[in-house]
């Protein structure tokens, strides 16, 4: 069965670095998309960008250009997102999720979420 | 940009009613569309692709329509462990999700 299972809860400082990993299990790791998704407490989905299993290439959504990397490593069907100078406001619950077998980008399975908490 | 809207943010309703909730996208979305179940404290729950088609093991109370920019979830008869916040999100270039709409009971 599949299963998309993510790092655990992280607690940062304004201006470092996260990362998180995304392990998938139960299906062809490179035939899919892995996408990431944030939700701010309280708040709704926020779509941050999706990386190629197969290639590497990704696209990001435009306000993550500059502070977002995601790679993956095929050889434990492992995705990772780094976020780079995190604010107060970056703190969230980050999903990973696939993306379809299509290609298309909606999201039949998630991951349980990675609280990031930033703070001083 | 393609804007999401949802309506109404929020409702309230009986068990056994029937719920409607509207999302409308600013442009046409070329029938892009999926709607999400998030109950409190959960991972979101993909409940309808491509405007209307059903995911395995979704209940068949769960119907989606429309097209163009205006599309619909309906949730025929409402049940107890219906309460949540739903989420409609396009796709058919960068995913946007709309803001959600909380069903209360």
């Known amino acids: 069965q599949v299963q998309v299972v993510q790092s655990g809860a992280e607690v940062k400082k304004p201006g470092a670095s996260v990362k998180v990993a995304c392990k998938a299990s139960g299906y062809t790791f490179s035939d899919y998309y892995i996408h990431w998704v944030r939700q701010a407490p309280g708040q709704g989905l926020e779509w941050m960008g999706r990386?190629?299993?197969?290639?590497?290439?990704?696209d990001h959504a435009q306000r993550f250009q500059d502070r977002v990397t995601m790679t993956r490593d095929t050889s434990i069907s492992t995705a990772y997102l780094e976020l780079r100078s995190l604010r107060s406001d970056d703190t969230a619950v980050y999903y990973c999720a696939r993306g379809h077998i299509s290609g298309a980008s909606f999201f039949d399975y998630w991951g349980q979420g990675t609280p990031v908490t930033v703070s001083s | 940009d393609v804007q999401m809207t949802q309506s109404p943010s929020s409702l309230s309703a009986s068990v056994g009613d029937r719920v409607t909730i509207t999302c409308r996208a600013s442009q046409g979305i070329n029938n892009g569309l999926a709607w999400y179940q998030q109950k409190p404290g959960k991972v979101p729950k993909l409940l309808i692709s491509?405007?209307?088609t059903l995911q395995s093991g979704v209940p068949s109370r769960f119907r989606g329509s429309g097209s163009g920019t205006d599309f619909t979830l309906t949730i025929t008869s409402l049940q107890p462990e219906d309460v949540a916040t739903y989420y409609c999100?396009?796709?058919?270039?960068?995913?946007?999700f709309g803001p959600g709409t909380k069903v209360h009971i």
């Open positions: 990386i190629s299993a197969k290639s590497g290439g990704t």
């Open positions: 999100q396009k796709y058919d270039s960068a995913p946007l």
């Open positions: 491509a405007v209307s």
